[in-house]
């Protein structure tokens, strides 16, 4: 158990409807950080979180959005789903800034599977 | 375009043995390289890492090889346990994101199976 909690951990819903993932960090952990893994790719980065604000944004298309609120949770908006955007969504937490820094683990959630139907 | 390639979707070693997992990287900017391990139905774990200025790193079983020249990393299991069979990611580091973080360009993961 790396301590960091998604849900839902399963959800199907269908083209076009926006559905909202969540994520609890670590204890004591200040930066979230989103990514998603689809059948035919590797973990892709789609967005940081820095203690409330956003720190870096990666392959993240616009119908997606995220934000941490002050108790550092995070959610992360899905809207006018396709059928590609069918993937395991992992949060992932980790006490500084950089998400590849030396010394900064990055810890994963065990994911949300989301199926576009 | 890929910018991390595992070339190998999969791996089978025998219980004992050297498990060898290959990493191919196009982007001469990346500068720290990580590996990652995965069972099903959890996340990914931190295993070992590498900075671009070293060319190996040991950790117990676990040993990272980098040639810069050929953009190559691979990752030495000695010996291979059944318990390391799960999905090995190859993670590398660049483009800094902004302030005091950099982006980290994922392979797709090889799957090792080590055959008791």
């Known amino acids: 158990d790396s301590g960091v909690t998604q849900t839902p951990k399963h959800l199907i819903t269908a083209t076009g409807q926006r559905v909202t993932l969540r994520c609890s960090p670590r204890s004591g952990d200040l930066s979230v950080y989103w990514y998603q893994q689809s059948l035919d790719q590797g973990l892709q980065f789609l967005i940081q979180y820095y203690n409330g604000e956003e720190r870096a944004k990666g392959n993240i298309l616009e119908r997606f959005s995220a934000q941490q609120f002050p108790d550092l949770h995070s959610e992360l908006n899905l809207s006018s789903l396709e059928l590609g955007d069918s993937a395991l969504y992992f949060c992932?937490?980790?006490?500084?800034?950089?998400?590849?820094?030396?010394?900064?683990?990055?810890?994963f959630g065990e994911g949300s599977w989301l199926t576009v139907v | 375009d890929q910018q991390v390639k595992q070339n190998s979707p999969s791996l089978s070693v025998q219980e004992g043995r050297i498990s060898i997992l290959n990493c191919d990287y196009t982007n001469s900017m990346f500068d720290y390289f990580l590996w990652y391990k995965k069972y099903p139905a959890e996340g990914p774990t931190f295993l070992i890492s590498?900075?671009?200025?070293?060319d190996k790193n040991e950790d117990g079983r676990f040993t990272v090889f980098l040639n810069k020249s050929a953009k190559h990393l691979s990752l030495h299991i000695v010996p291979s346990q059944p318990g390391d069979s799960a999905v090995y990611f190859c993670a590398a580091r660049g483009v800094y994101s902004g302030a005091g973080s950099y982006q980290l360009t994922f392979g797709k993961g090889t799957k090792l199976s080590v055959i008791p």
């Open positions: 590498i900075s671009s200025i070293k």
């Open positions: 992932a937490s980790s006490v500084g800034e950089g998400q590849a820094i030396s010394g900064n683990t990055i810890y």
